[in-house]
């Protein structure tokens, strides 16, 4: 329907004002449909005639009666339009046409709401990508959720999405944690703990070293010291990624590529990239250092990747795996990182552009930071002071549904205070478990209408369902498919928490005005397939959230 009302409108101006270059130039007229936030005023709304009176000369009300004759005629039944304040154009679409929207609901099930809106782009997307220096913590889950709702998003609306987790295990701070884990033991065998300057002082490295076997460490002891510390790393490490990995399969966050910093180091990638800048001359030395000219693609100065002492910057790793990436056909790398990045995000533009993949197609996310409140006080979260609240521990506390619906709550670009109390609150009150309420709710009149031997038949006459609450849900329900590919377009997957409950609002206010089942057998066939189409899309829904549509509650 959103295709018709807008060729009907663009149809009118080229045939009335076909001279006036309205769809030519660097800013050419969007014809935009809206849904109004007020559903009194119609199923759709446009001010095509207000952005565009100016240009044709015309009074913008005069502008909308002409255009709401025009379409009434083209649209032929099928919606009507109507002129609203100075010039706004409001569209209602015909009942026929919403049942048939409920229809395509109920013959497409799960797939409702996938589409091509994507046109099969080839997406790489990183998420998380925490520091493996110690346990998954509560900033990580909020990247996991998000990360991991997002690339959903992608794949239903038609995008071919591979989803990485970077690991930085090399350079100083797996050193350092060598270094602790070292200490640790050295504490088991009776010896003073002396954590190392920015050590990682966390009991978990403390049970890391407690379980640690004495012919296993002997090897490690007898190597030079700084071999021994890259031992103890190297067991920290593998120790600590196993964890992260097991952690996020039970937070529904599956990876297709777990990617090592190492793994570049190792394979002479670095030095690869390395010669690629100095080959496009993207390169100079200075005070006894490799600099890159970053400036000359937006940075604010120009950086240093190698060290006068002849160690990699971590820049130099950002090319290697910007050129790994880009090598591997990727159409657009988007990386989820931590508001701290923020200067990280104009180099990594710098680097997207020096080595020939352009700007747009690197896209950075900054995901803002989490404050984690019990009782009223903020938890503190430091893996170096070891004083933390890991993902383990939230999941067990609230569970994956609330902590991954929590999550979702707020826009990527927004704080968000992690109230362990309302979270708690297993509530039809509380938005988090609104949705699965909903659905639960939904599944429990299914079954005991169909314990009284009446199903949501595939062919209710659906025209029966003419009450303004039965309509207004129906509506609703056909905005998902477009809702999803503007979750996906705008990187927010928040928007899909938000509609999922206007979802519940509508259908527990038609389920309270209504009476499902009643002695009326066509009727109530027909409000039982609303039912059965409403659970189908907070399922849908549900599940591209990675949370549950429970069938009790």
Known sequence: ???????????????????????????????????????????????VAMASSKKLGMPPRALAEELVTWCNEKMEGRATAEVAGPGFINFRLAADEVHAALASILKLGADYGRSDAGGG?????????????????????????????????????????????????????VRTLGASLLARWKETQGEPLVIPENGYHGLYLKEMAESLRAEQVEPWLALSDSEAVEAFARHAIHNLVGQVRVQMDAFRTPFDV????????????????????????????KDGAVWFKTSDYGDEKDRVVLKSDGVAAYLLADVAYALDKFGRGFDKAIYVLGPDHHS?????????????????????????????????????????????????????????????????????????????????????????????YATARIAGVLRKAEEGGLAA????????????????????????????????????????????????TLFHRFYHEHQIVSEDAAQSTARLALCRATRQVLGNGLDLMGVSAPERM
């Open 258 to 285: 777990w990617f090592s910093e190492k793994s570049l180091h190792d394979t002479g990638k670095l030095e690869d990239a390395l010669a690629y800048l100095e080959e496009k001359q993207l390169t100079y030395e």
């Open 1 to 47: 329907m959103k295709d018709l009302i807008t060729s009907s409108i663009r149809d009118y101006f080229e045939a009335r004002h076909a001279d006036a270059g309205l769809f030519e130039g660097e800013n050419p007229l969007s014809i935009q449909l809206d849904n109004p936030r007020d559903r009194s005023h119609g199923d759709l709304a446009c001010n």
């Open 344 to 436: 990280h995000a104009a180099r990594l533009k710098a680097v997207a552009e020096a080595i020939g993949a352009g700007k747009d197609w690197l896209e950075v996310i900054l995901l803002q930071w989490v404050t984690l409140v019990e009782n009223g006080e903020t938890v503190a979260m430091s893996k170096r002071a070891g004083e933390f609240v890991t993902m383990e521990d939230l999941v067990n506390d609230v569970g994956v549904d609330v902590a991954r619906t929590y999550f979702l709550t707020r826009r990527a670009e927004s704080h968000l205070d992690f109230d362990l109390g309302l979270a708690r609150e297993q509530s039809s009150k509380s938005p988090i478990f609104y949705a699965q």
């Open 121 to 173: 782009e080839k997406i790489n997307l990183e998420f998380v990508s925490a520091n493996p220096t110690g346990p998954a913590v509560v900033v990580s889950a909020r990247a996991a959720a998000f990360g991991s709702t997002l690339a959903r998003l992608l794949e239903f609306s038609g995008h071919a999405v591979t989803s990485e987790y970077f690991l930085n295990d090399a350079g100083g701070q």
């Open 457 to 504: 038949a595939a062919d209710a006459d659906l025209s029966l369902l003419s009450a303004p609450e039965e309509l207004a849900l129906i509506r609703e329900l056909e905005r998902f498919p477009e809702l999803i590919a503007a979750s996906a377009k705008a990187r927010e997957p928040n928007r899909l928490f938000q509609f999922l409950n206007e979802v519940a």
